[in-house]
């Protein structure tokens, strides 16, 4: 292996002047995997042949001088609820498995046009919901960091791979938070896009109204690279949207001098209050937007539980509407986590339901109205580092972080490493905008990375086999 992990920014500068080789680059992809994913478990499927089949094309096509852009030749891997032709789409649950889709979802298509180097199918939580779970298939995925620690999910592998550096980006998915989550617990970029703006064509469904697809990324820069790729109108999406997405990587660099930021403390202070160290690394993250050039205001939102009734609600009974009929004929065929979980949606009225539906209508629009007076709305990502593997299943829905609020929203939000716990896992910071203002929203967090040295340390599981190695 090499002694330093390359961001999709800098393999991509090295690919396209032809001084680095994506056969190479997938080679150190693939001996990394070799070396540390015995202990991640991040990948379900690894495809090492066809990845390398597929690395050498892009290095032909580049000596011939049909550069795609800059994910062309990069190794990349699918949240295995993501199709992939040919291959199958577990949702990491044995009533899918072996399961081959006949078509690549959206998405994909979109990174294969890029010329992405498809590494495999990594694991979640069983139908983005049922985990960290033991009864499955295939073992839940660790963190990086702490292998004896919880990597969150839904997008558990997504998160511990690129952490890892087994590949150098990711999709994932985010219904209540599934991307942004498992970013936090293992410190990398996660970014759910405005509902609508990227396609969930070909990803299994979990809740039609909140389900989001995005990427998962070492940095924000690279995060946007991927949201380039895989944005776009999808006219068989009833939920696509039209509306034109602005260049999400041409208003990166520079600072923030004219941004207004608010600042929501009571999701953290008061509602499900936050560890002291995740409160000191926030504060310390304003003082950094200050220092740009942002100015600072507090702001105030209804109580964090108003958001978390209504969205667990509603994707609880949309889990349900999808997955019923086949929890009524095979039952045995759900890990138990998963099944408590979705069964709780067949306990929701449909009074219940559009009351929740009501609720979110008015939160939505009450942070709308907020969003009057600032461009950007901060907060923390999870309220602490990293638990114990299992520990976070008995909470999940509850008090493990504050992401919620933007997928019942809709709003494009993003988390960012904002600094490590005394026991060097990593925090995080929650960085939300209006609608379709996406390129905003990654503006500052590429700011805030650049502004910090976070990005400068990788887990010590890495740290250690690297060092093994030389």
């Known amino acids: ?42 990948f379900i499927l690894l495809l090492a042949d066809e990845a390398l089949a597929q690395a050498r094309q892009a290095e032909a096509e580049i000596a011939a001088g049909r550069w795609r852009g800059p994910l062309h030749g990069i190794p990349f891997g699918l949240k295995d609820i ?13 009533l899918l498995e072996g399961r081959v889709s006949p078509e690549d979802a959206f998405v994909t298509a979109r990174l294969r046009e ?3 180097v498809f590494l495999g199918k990594l694991a979640t939580w069983e139908f983005a919901v049922g985990g960290p779970s033991h009864d499955l298939p295939w073992p839940p995925a660790r963190n990086p960091w702490n292998t004896e620690h919880d990597p969150a999910g ?37 970014h759910k896009p405005t509902y609508g703006l990227v396609s969930r064509r070909g990803v299994l469904p979990l809740s039609f109204s909140l389900d989001h697809v995005g990427p998962m990324c ?27 997405m602005k260049d999400p990587v041409a208003g990166l660099g520079g600072g923030l001098k004219g941004v207004r930021i608010g600042v929501i403390r009571n999701f953290h202070e008061k509602d499900f209050p936050a560890t002291t160290e995740v409160v000191a690394a926030f504060d310390q993250s304003i003082a950094v937007l200050k220092g740009l050039g ?34 009524r004929e095979s039952p045995h065929l759900y890990g138990a986590i998963g099944r408590r979980r979705i069964l709780a949606g067949a306990f929701a009225g449909a009074s219940d339901y559009v009351n929740a539906q009501r609720q979110r209508v008015k939160l939505t629009a009450e942070v709308a109205n907020v ?15 990293a638990p114990k593997l299992g520990d976070y299943a008995q909470h999940v829905g509850g008090n493990t972080h504050y992401c919620r609020p933007f997928n019942l929203t809709g709003q494009p939000a993003l988390s960012v490493c904002n600094g490590f716990s005394n026991d060097g896992l990593p925090l995080s910071l929650q960085i939300a905008g209006r609608h379709f203002e996406d390129d905003l929203v990654l503006h500052v967090g590429d700011a805030y990375e650049k502004a910090t040295a976070f990005r400068e340390q990788r887990p010590k599981l890495v740290e250690q086999r690297q060092a093994a190695a030389e």
Not at 296 to 307: E, M, N, T, W, Y
Request: proline letters at 4%; glycine letters at 8%.
């Open 154 to 190: 839904s997008s558990s592998g997504s998160a511990a791979a690129v952490a890892a550096g087994l590949c150098l980006g990711a999709l994932g998915t985010d219904t209540g938070g599934s991307v942004r989550s498992p970013a936090s617990l293992c410190g990398i970029a996660g």
């Open 1 to 42: 292996m090499t002694s330093q992990i390359l961001t999709i920014a800098e393999a991509s500068r090295l690919i396209r002047d032809r001084k680095l080789s994506p056969v190479e680059l997938t080679r150190d992809c693939l001996a990394r995997i070799a070396k540390l994913d015995g202990r991640l478990h991040s």
């Open 82 to 94: 993501v199709a992939y032709k040919g291959h199958p789409t577990t949702a990491h649950s044995a």
């Open 294 to 327: 942002a100015s600072v205001r507090d702001v105030s939102l209804s109580p964090l539980q108003a958001f978390q009734s209504a969205g667990l609600l509603i994707s609880r009974s949309d889990a349900f509407a999808i997955h019923g009929k086949t929890l």
């Open 114 to 116: 890029s010329g992405v």
């Open 218 to 244: 070492w940095t924000t820069e690279d995060c946007a690279l991927v949201l380039k790729a895989i944005a776009g109108h999808d006219p068989l999406d009833i939920a696509s949207a039209r509306t034109p």
């Open 371 to 385: 969003m009057n007076d600032v461009d950007i709305l901060v907060c923390p990502t999870s309220r602490e580092a």
